[in-house]
């Protein structure tokens, strides 16, 4: 019998965000070498805009072939980033949002995802707002050992 996750829901107003991010598609857990594609984009006087990493998954993997599932890899960035091909700007509105933190091993992503949608938002008596969730880490895995990884889901929510 495996072990059943509990995870704690924040609900909490957020400002509006702004990421500069590169289409992916494959499995979610592929999404790697886009970061360190994106990352080498990056020209050095434009790092002071960069506020962090995060992912959109834009499909749910118990319904799109794994092959098929499509993503960004993003870094948030403050206004006076500049974007430019072949990165793609995308906007999350200010609002409500559902925060989820994760601590551990980004292979605890998937449950985290399945009890987000499967738990809590049934029982929640919340609206989801027509964009997907996204993922914000928190740390650089790079220095970071995998069970002190934290990361943000972030579900945005109507109202």
């Known amino acids: 019998m495996g072990v059943k996750m509990a995870f704690e829901i924040e609900l909490t107003h957020l400002p509006s965000v702004r990421l500069a991010g590169l289409p992916h598609k494959g499995p979610y857990p592929t999404i790697g070498p886009i970061f360190q594609e994106l990352a080498g984009l990056i020209p050095e006087p434009s790092w002071v805009e960069v506020e962090g990493a995060a992912m959109i998954g834009h499909d749910d993997p118990r319904e799109v072939a794994p092959e098929e599932l499509r993503s960004h890899a993003c870094f948030l960035v403050g206004e006076g980033f500049a974007m430019f091909p072949p990165l793609e700007e995308i906007r999350y509105p200010a609002g409500n949002y559902a925060v989820m933190r994760v601590k551990g091993p980004y292979s605890l992503l998937p449950e985290a995802y399945r009890w987000l949608s499967e738990e809590w938002f049934p029982a929640s008596g919340q609206r989801h707002r027509d964009l997907p ?18 990361t943000e889901i972030r579900l945005p929510l109507k109202g």
């Open 133 to 150: 969730a996204y993922e914000v880490y928190l740390n650089d895995p790079a220095n970071t050992k995998p069970e002190d990884l934290l």
